[in-house]
């Protein structure tokens, strides 16, 4: 009598789909990923993609993204979101609209990367410059991992990681590039604020060297060292696969490296 009942418990279980070993074993994780379109961000999306992680592959313009369409379009895990890092309202709308949906890893990659030029030189500053540098390069991704905090809160990987540039004195030794070098500074420091903010809950904050890629149609053979964009973003995967809650706040290249 007992068994019998303990049979069409079992029976009920497996009929309901309780305790399904497919449901447990392919939990479907989530990134989102701003600037999706082109260079690094773009990788990302491909490496997350082939992993099965549903994707979340925010851009300026998905009309112009033509690689990226091209790319969802191989890959059913790939949603394409429009988001202008600088459009606090369309930011805000964009969660509004995820609402109650983990989102495992938040990827802070869109930036803006120009120089050398006289406008990011002391005694030449352009003050718009440095205005559009700091609205991109630090209140966005600020302004991103405000928003999203709550879908990554309740995620289970809970990671927020933005990208940032160079070692020691943000790694690019000429002038022209101030704007750009002070800018992923600010950023740097504001990470770790957030680091700091949201550790009692469990998230995890980490900034990342992508080291130098050539995503600007540079030639390889005149540019100095560089890392493919394969090899890079398969290293921050990596570093992301395996960060710890005590590394939280911390930088680390590509390869693994820990940047003082
Ligand atoms: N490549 C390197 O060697 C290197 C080294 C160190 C750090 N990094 C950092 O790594 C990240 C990616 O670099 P990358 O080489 O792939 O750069 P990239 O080729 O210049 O791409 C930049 C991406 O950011 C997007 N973006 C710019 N402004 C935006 C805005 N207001 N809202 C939304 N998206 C915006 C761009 O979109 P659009 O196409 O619409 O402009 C593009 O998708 C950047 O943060 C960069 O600073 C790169």
Not at 60 to 87: C, S
């Amino acid at each position: 009598m007992k068994t019998s009942r303990m049979v069409a418990g079992l029976l009920l279980v497996l009929q309901i789909g309780i305790f399904s070993p497919a449901l447990l074993a392919d939990e479907q994780h989530t990134v989102l990923i701003t600037g999706a379109n082109r260079g690094i961000g773009l990788e990302f999306v491909r490496q997350y993609a082939e992993r099965d992680w549903k994707v979340i592959a925010t851009c300026r313009n998905p009309d112009a993204a033509d690689t990226l369409n091209n790319l969802a379009l191989e890959y059913d895990n790939i949603v394409i979101e429009q988001l202008d890092v600088i459009d606090h309202t369309g930011i805000d709308a964009l969660a509004e609209r995820y609402k109650g949906q983990p989102v495992d890893v938040l990827l802070n990659n869109a930036g803006l990367m120009r120089g050398p030029d006289r406008g990011q030189m002391v005694g030449t500053i352009d003050y718009e410059e440095f205005d559009r540098f700091y609205l991109i390069n630090v209140q966005g991704p600020l302004k991103v991992s405000e928003a999203f905090y709550p879908n990554v809160k309740i995620s289970e990987y809970k990671t927020m990681a933005a990208l940032t540039t160079g070692k020691g004195d943000k790694g690019i030794p000429i002038p022209g590039f101030s704007l750009y070098k002070t800018s992923k500074a600010a950023l740097d420091a504001w990470q770790k604020e957030i680091a700091i903010r949201w550790k009692r809950q469990g998230v995890r904050v980490v900034t990342l060297l992508p080291g130098r890629v050539l995503t600007h149609g540079e030639d390889p053979n005149t540019s100095m060292s560089h890392v493919s964009v394969d090899k890079s973003v398969a290293g921050m995967l990596q570093v992301l696969d395996n960060l710890t809650m005590e590394q939280s706040g911390q930088t680390f290249q590509w390869d693994g490296e820990f940047i003082e």
